[in-house]
């Protein structure tokens, strides 16, 4: 029996959140149309970026599905994620590595050259940059 979750999100840039994925480890299956996210029993839901349960070492795949809203929402089928998969803390550092991603690009494009990274006490981080 199959338990997809959709949680929802605020990533809206696919290549960013592309390459916060593969900085985070994962190999990322990106396609301009929906491919499969597994589930148990085959049953599958669809998504345009998926990290695929043969990488991940799971019982299923993780997809991000774009929204109307343009939004991406994370797509697992719960049952199946076995080996100690915390869908909350994934949550958490996707979106954590998105954001400073993000960060960094716009702030590349506006001129701004990346000085560090500094990990704050409440599990957040800032980033210094400098003109360059």
């Not at 480890?25 to 998504?47: D, M, T």
């Not at 949550?91 to 993000?102: I, L, P, W």
């Not at 716009?106 to 000085?115: D, E, I, K, N």
């Amino acid at each position: 029996m199959s338990s997809f979750r959709q949680t929802q999100t605020e990533i809206n840039d696919a290549k960013c959140l592309e390459d916060a994925l593969k900085q985070m480890g994962y190999k990322p299956s990106v396609s301009s149309e929906k491919q499969a996210v597994r589930g148990h029993y085959n049953e599958s839901r669809k998504a345009e970026i998926v990290l695929k349960k043969e990488d991940l070492k799971e019982g299923g795949d993780v997809g991000f599905s774009k929204d109307s809203k343009g939004n991406f929402s994370i797509v697992t089928d719960t049952y199946v994620m076995r080996n100690g998969f915390n869908l909350e803390k994934f949550t958490k550092d996707v979106k954590q590595k998105y954001a400073e991603v993000k960060i960094r690009k716009q702030a590349s494009a506006a001129g701004l050259t990346f000085l560090k990274k500094i990990d704050t006490q409440n599990g957040g981080f800032k980033l210094q940059f400098v003109k360059a």
